[in-house]
């Protein structure tokens, strides 16, 4: 699975930000990013990892899939939206 530097730097209060505090800074940093795609992100949690994308699939039509499939995976959702603000767009 790939890496990604941390969103979430710590706040100086010497403490470490909760899940919910890095999660949600990560999906505010991958919304400021998907502008360029009319706001659209995607976050896909699966069994083992985490992905995320600017941009909407339209699996339907099976647009999408190959970026979703040979992209990396993640451990955490922080990460793979840092990975994606500053990596991916899926290609519609």
């Not at 990604?4 to 209060?13: K, L, T």
């Not at 010497?14 to 940093?29: F, L, N, Q, T």
């Not at 699996?59 to 190959?66: N, P, R, T, V, Y």
Request: glycine share 12%; hydrophobic share 40%; with cysteine.
């Amino acid at each position: 699975m790939g890496t990604a530097r941390a969103v979430v730097e710590h706040d100086g209060s010497g403490r470490e930000p909760s899940d919910y505090e890095r999660i949600g800074r990560a999906v505010m940093a991958l919304a400021g990013a998907s502008e360029a795609h009319d706001g659209h992100f995607t976050i896909l949690g699966f069994t083992t990892h985490f992905k995320a994308f600017l941009g909407t699939p339209w699996i339907e039509a099976g647009e999408g899939l190959d970026e979703i499939f040979v992209s990396p995976g993640f451990d955490s959702v922080d990460a793979a939206c840092e990975w994606a603000a500053q990596n991916s767009a899926l290609q519609r």
